[in-house]
């Protein structure tokens, strides 16, 4: 496999914007306790903000873990929603983006169950990816390779895989993912350094 | 090969800066508010002061007062509302409690009583039937270091 190295970033290469990027949408200032303490009140225009300040991470997240964009998208929808029913019960122990990556993880967990009756079996970690013919560059290469990982990240088991994308992809703290997946931190730690290890050995072919 | 760099963090570099698909986004977010938007109860009828011009009564919605409410104390610098409930005895207003956040250093007393006059101000203005007679309670539930509007 031969991939072209350049020193420019992957959004400059791609045209990709930073996360949670996109356009046409008005730049809202307040901050997340702000909004909610607006919401809370009814204000189904701060609400608005918050779907669009953290609803793309959310997706983003569940189509790691789901491995598919409908039902991420489902799975966004279905957690947002319940945010706002929840509103008034939300006590803030934790901070609005980790309450709802719980929320999403949540659903995703109920939907992979739903429609994904069969459990990915601890043994298939010993498989490899194949390599991948050297044909492609750019754009193409990019895609192929977050295809990899989208498909290496499907063979981890459910909490590793969280785990390792609100932490690698989306920046949660330890004690911020402990929070939205129902376990420790130290457990969490334990999911990151099996998941690590696991989707480097996945990757490895690329090199 | 992927340079010097392991195609995992290259992936993950990828992963982090992988853009919003608009169009699909824009489909989710709007299916979220419409999903919201058609859960919206009105809450309690409450009775207004004024007849129309046939007599008859006009209600305005429990969920109506809030939002008045809402913007009316939002306008003061330093103060956001946290918390509105009401108390209604038949179709009138007969108690207000409000949770409000000021932020540190302020003079919470005067933002307080400039609250009080601004939730008369709004319920006489819309106008509920027996304005006046609202036993308004506000609590300043809470403080932050930077205006809690922002």
Known sequence: ?207 | MTGGMHPLDQAVELARLEPVDAGRWEDTATGVMARIRSSLRPGRPLRLLLPDDRGGTTYVSERVVVAALRRALSAEDDLAPSAVRLEVDGDRLTALHVDLVGRYGADLQALAERSRARVHETLAGLPLAAADAVDVRLSVVDVTLEDPRR
């Open chain 1, 1 to 207: 496999m031969s991939v072209t190295r350049t020193t420019t970033l992957p959004s400059e290469r791609f045209g990709w914007g930073p996360p949670g990027h996109w356009p046409d949408v008005e730049v809202e200032e307040r901050s997340d306790d702000a909004l909610l303490r607006a919401a809370r009140l009814g204000d189904t225009d701060a609400f608005a903000a918050v779907v669009h300040r953290h609803g793309p991470g959310m997706r983003r997240f569940a189509r790691f873990i789901l491995g598919d964009d409908e039902d991420a998208a489902d799975a966004t929808q279905d957690a947002l929603v319940s945010a706002w029913r929840a509103l008034p019960t939300f006590r803030g122990d934790s901070s609005l983006r980790t309450w709802l990556f719980t929320l999403v993880s949540r659903r995703a967990a109920d939907l992979q169950r739903r429609r994904r009756p069969v459990p990915v079996a601890d043994e298939q970690l010993e498989r490899r990816l194949p390599a991948l013919p050297d044909t492609a560059a750019g754009t193409a290469v990019a895609a192929d390779l977050l295809g990899a990982l989208r498909s290496a990240l499907q063979e981890l088991p459910w909490r590793q895989r969280a785990s390792w994308v609100l932490r690698e992809v989306e920046g949660l703290a330890y004690d911020e993912i402990a929070a939205a997946l129902g376990v420790t931190s130290g457990q969490v730690r334990g999911y990151l350094h099996r998941g690590r290890a696991d989707l480097a050995a996945r990757m490895e072919a690329w090199r």
